[in-house]
């Protein structure tokens, strides 16, 4: 059955969230300089909102009939497995609380209880080398398969391929959207977004379901992955990217942050190299990350069989398109039907296994 239950509590935090004009960090110091709870802010004649220095429009987010509520509301009664999480919901990630300006809401779909596990994020360039993502695929799959929730933003490169490869581990993924939960960003990645959900994993953004991302949303979201999760693993990325802040607002909370190695010369090294001057961890196998979290690293080679056949099973109409001499992405592309993106990503999963090898422009079958 549809999850259509919300307490008065959630509605209310719902209220305020939905308001546009104001951030989650005015209406926590604004309950709390004028000593109020949530419940007595609601019971407040307008004029006595007005008293507390609030505008005739603020006004406006105490108005529990609003559309934009009842919209929220069919949103998540309208199918299974969605919920909105309110701040004081048990469900809420302790960790998001001790943000400055933390959401008041989560819109949530999939598993909601992996918000509430050890996390680590995973981030990195969109525009990733074949090397970079078959590095995500490979560490997000194994510190999955150690129980460790890989957490990331659903973009494009590095962070679709740490969401594949922790899909269905006993870890399983979280994506941060930018945007609403039916506006999925990128559009190539709908069917990475299914997979997931479909395996266990969650999808979670602090924007109204119908809201479209805009380019300053993503900063608040990188805030959400950087708060949630114990670690930040970088995978390629410049200097100046939405992974830097992310691995930033990590290190200034006083988190691990861990960084790829690479090329000197490649333009997508400098942002790791640069974190590991600021003393980010050195990183070159996963073992590296258990480490330092306190996990029993002789446990990290350990794979999950049953998430690998499942995997190959999954797979193996893709690798019958590609040729033992050389195929291009394109060709791929075309015979499959896949759209290039989605090619990529999944070959990097027969590249991992060597059932291909990657060379310039495509891939061969090994065998």
């Known amino acids: 059955m549809p999850n259509a239950d919300i307490s008065s509590t959630a509605h209310c935090w719902l209220s305020l969230s939905l308001y546009e ?21 609601f019971s407040l004649s307008d004029t006595a909102l007005l008293e507390t220095g609030l505008t005739e429009e603020d006004s406006s987010a105490f108005d529990l009939q609003r559309d934009s509520i009842k919209r929220a509301l069919a949103w998540q009664a309208h199918a299974q497995h969605r919920y909105i999480i309110d701040f004081d919901h048990p469900l809420y990630p302790a960790l998001l609380k001790e943000l400055t300006s933390p959401p008041l809401v989560l819109f949530c779909e999939g598993n909601p209880q992996l918000l509430s596990q050890r996390q680590v994020a995973i981030v990195g360039s969109r525009r990733a080398t074949l090397q970079g993502l078959s590095i995500a695929t490979e560490f997000a799959a194994e510190l999955g398969a150690m129980g460790l929730t890989i957490t990331s933003g659903l973009a494009l490169g590095i962070d679709g391929a740490a969401h594949k490869g922790a899909c269905g581990t006993s870890g399983n993924t979280i994506a941060v959207m930018g945007g609403g939960l039916e506006q999925m960003h990128p559009k190539s990645h709908v069917k990475l977004a299914q997979q997931m959900l479909a395996g266990g994993g ?15 949303h993503f900063p608040r ?3 959400i992955i950087a708060a949630m999760s114990e670690a930040v693993l970088v995978i390629e990325a410049k200097i100046k990217s939405g992974s830097m802040i992310t691995a930033n607002l990590a290190a200034d909370a006083g988190k691990d942050v861990f960084a790829i190695p690479g090329n000197i010369k490649h ?24 480490f330092e979290l306190g996990m029993d690293v002789a446990q990290s080679r350990d794979a999950d069989p049953a998430q690998s ?52 422009g495509g891939y061969r079958r090994s065998y």
Not at 21 to 41: G, I, Q, V
Not at 202 to 216: D, G, L, R, T
């Open 21 to 41: 004009k104001r951030s989650p960090a005015f209406w926590k110091n604004w309950l709390a300089h004028h000593s109020l709870s949530l419940t007595e802010a």
């Open 202 to 216: 969650c999808m979670v953004s602090e924007f109204a379901p119908w809201v479209i991302p805009k380019p300053y």
């Open 221 to 223: 979201r990188n805030r």
């Open 267 to 290: 333009p997508l090294t400098a942002g790791p190299h640069y974190l590991i001057q600021q003393g980010a961890t050195l990183t070159t196998c996963v073992p590296d990350i258990l």
């Open 309 to 360: 056949n499942l995997l190959w099973e999954q797979l193996q109409g893709l690798l019958a398109h590609v040729d033992t001499e050389f195929t291009s992405v394109d060709d791929i592309s075309t015979r499959s039907g896949m759209p290039v993106a989605q090619v990529m990503a999944d070959m990097l999963e027969f590249e991992i296994a060597g059932k291909v090898v990657a060379v310039p």
